[in-house]
């Protein structure tokens, strides 16, 4: 599978990056109580650190926020994913379990403060872009509602758009069933195009621990516009 950034993210934010990792033969289930345990203990721990830097403080939600913006979307409305999270933690409503790849992936987005797309890679058909939505572009996301992709940063594949920073779609969502899976790791501007990739590898060496199989890692930049994995 090719996976591609477009040049209308990275020419109007030259930094722009994104981390993608594909896994194969892995195995979902519930979450061991390891990641359970570690996953309350960060947000009671995140909810004390928010008490000294309000959620509206935070470097990687200003950056996020202005990205949004960049691209016509507007942030207050339509709120990046990481964000999403730290505000229920800011209010105590701490995320519930759901299974070990999700669980795993709220922990990864609420760490790094950055929002990080998982999907069933066996539901994407064809190859991958990461571009901006257009007007007629529409998906059912995973807040139960019907989303419009005009403005949004959305990945797409033959059949339309399947995730982005705000919502990701019940078409690719990852379940128990899930063998072979895909992250999108939408990175900080701000980071460097060094610490990137240790970052993204990072991830993947985490969840593949927890979930076993193989995994794979590209990051993709201005410098670097397409991967294919094999």
């Known amino acids: 599978m090719k996976v591609s950034l477009s040049t209308d993210l990275t020419n109007q934010i030259k930094d722009f990056k994104v981390g993608i990792l594909f896994y194969k033969d892995i195995v979902v289930s519930d979450s061991p109580q ?3 345990g570690r996953l309350q203990l960060f947000q009671e721990s995140l909810f004390f650190d928010l008490q000294e830097t309000p959620v509206a403080e935070q470097k ?9 913006k960049t691209f016509g979307k507007d942030p207050n409305r339509y709120r990046p994913s990481s964000e999403a999270l730290i505000r229920r933690v800011a209010k105590q409503q701490y995320l519930s379990t759901i299974h070990s790849a999700v669980d795993l992936n709220n922990f990864f987005s609420l760490q790094y403060q950055i929002p990080i797309g998982l999907y069933d890679a066996d539901h994407i058909q064809g190859d991958v872009t990461i571009r901006v939505g257009q007007a007629d572009e529409v998906f059912e996301g995973l807040n139960g509602r019907e989303n419009q992709a005009e403005n949004l940063i959305v990945s797409c594949d ?6 982005s920073p705000f919502v990701d779609s019940k078409r690719t969502s990852v379940t128990t069933d899930t063998k072979n899976a895909m992250h999108v790791v939408y990175l ?10 240790k970052l993204v590898e990072s991830l993947g060496n985490m969840f593949h621990q927890l979930h076993g199989g193989d995994f794979q890692y590209s990051v993709l930049t201005a410098g670097h516009l397409t991967h294919t994995f094999t």
Do not use: H, Q, R
């Open 188 to 197: 900080s501007p701000s980071l460097s195009e060094d610490e990137a990739p």
């Open 158 to 163: 033959d059949v339309g758009p399947f995730g």
């Open 34 to 36: 390891m990641l359970k």
């Open 60 to 68: 990687s939600v200003l950056e996020w926020k202005k990205i949004f």
